[in-house]
C-alpha cells in the first residue's frame, strides 16, 4: 500500500516551453501533496505544500506564478513548470499524505532538463 | 532558522557490520521524526518513524532512537547488506496543520561486501 507515481519519469525540454508533472497516489486518498526539488548531491527542498480543492501555498523564494502547482482530486497533483530554463533542471520529487500528521509517501521522481 | 543536519556526509561499512547514521535537529518543538532511505536516481523510501513521546522504536534490521535532551536523532541497521547502499536522509516535522518536513543534508552509505 501508499504507492505513489509520477509522469513522467524523465523530460527534456527547450527553454522557454513549459512542462506538466503529474502526482498520483495509486491505493489512497491524498488530502495534501507536497512538491520538492532536489539538485544533484543535496537534500530535497520543499517548494510547495497543497491541500486537495485550495490553492498551494509555496515555500518563501519559490514563483508562485513559475511553478502552477493544481490539486483537484484526491489522487492527483500537477506541477507546472513554465517557461522552463536551464536553472530549472533539477528532480522534481512530489509525496502524499492522506492526512495531517501521517506519514508522507514519497513518487519516483521525474528528472526534467532544459536545454 | 531552525534546520535538521547530520554528523557524517559518508560512512562506509562491511558487510554484515552494524550501521549507525545520526541526525542533530534543532527544533526543540519537533514532534514527528522519519527516516528516509533515497537510491540513486529515486524518490525517498520511507523507513521508519518516530514521534517524540518515544524514545526507541525497532523495525526489521532497523531501530531509530531519539535523544530530545540533546536534540539528536539516530538510525542502525543491523546486519547492514549492500542492498542497503544509498542516501538516508532524516527529516524532521516543521510543525503546522500540514506537517511539513524539513530534511537533513544526508549521509552516504556504502556497504562493502
Known amino acids: 500500500g501508499a504507492v505513489v507515481s509520477q509522469h513522467p519519469s524523465r523530460v527534456i525540454c527547450k527553454s522557454g516551453t513549459s512542462v506538466k508533472i503529474e502526482c498520483r497516489s495509486l491505493?489512497?486518498?491524498?488530502?495534501?501533496m507536497f512538491w520538492y526539488r532536489q539538485f544533484p548531491k543535496q537534500s530535497l527542498m520543499l517548494m510547495a505544500t497543497?491541500?486537495?480543492?485550495?490553492?498551494?501555498?509555496?515555500e518563501q523564494g519559490v514563483e508562485k506564478d513559475k511553478f502552477l502547482i493544481n490539486h483537484a482530486s484526491l489522487t492527483l497533483s500537477t506541477l507546472t513548470v513554465t517557461s522552463a530554463h536551464p536553472e530549472d533542471s533539477s528532480f522534481y520529487i512530489c509525496?502524499?499524505?492522506?492526512?495531517?500528521?501521517?506519514?508522507?509517501?514519497f513518487g519516483p521522481g521525474t528528472r526534467l532538463t532544459v536545454l | 532558522g531552525e534546520s535538521v543536519g547530520l554528523h557524517l556526509p559518508t560512512l562506509s561499512v562491511q558487510e554484515g557490520d552494524n550501521s549507525i547514521i545520526n541526525c542533530a535537529y534543532s527544533?526543540?518543538?519537533?514532534?514527528?521524526f522519519i527516516w528516509y532511505k533515497q537510491e540513486s536516481g529515486k524518490g525517498p523510501q520511507f523507513i521508519i518513524d518516530?514521534?517524540?513521546?518515544?524514545d526507541k522504536r525497532q523495525g526489521q534490521r532497523v531501530t531509530v532512537l531519539l535523544n530530545k535532551t540533546v536534540k539528536h536523532l539516530s538510525l542502525q541497521i543491523a546486519a547492514t547488506q549492500p542492498g542497503d547502499s544509498a542516501v538516508y536522509f532524516c527529516a524532521e516535522n516543521s510543525g503546522g496543520s500540514n506537517y511539513k518536513l524539513t530534511f537533513g543534508k544526508g549521509t552516504l552509505l556504502t556497504v562493502n561486501p
Open positions: 527544533n526543540s518543538a519537533s514532534d514527528y
Open positions: 509525496s502524499a499524505s492522506s492526512g495531517a500528521g501521517d506519514t508522507q509517501y
Open positions: 491505493d489512497f486518498q491524498a488530502t495534501t
Open positions: 518516530i514521534r517524540s513521546n518515544m
Open positions: 497543497s491541500n486537495e480543492g485550495s490553492k498551494a501555498t509555496y
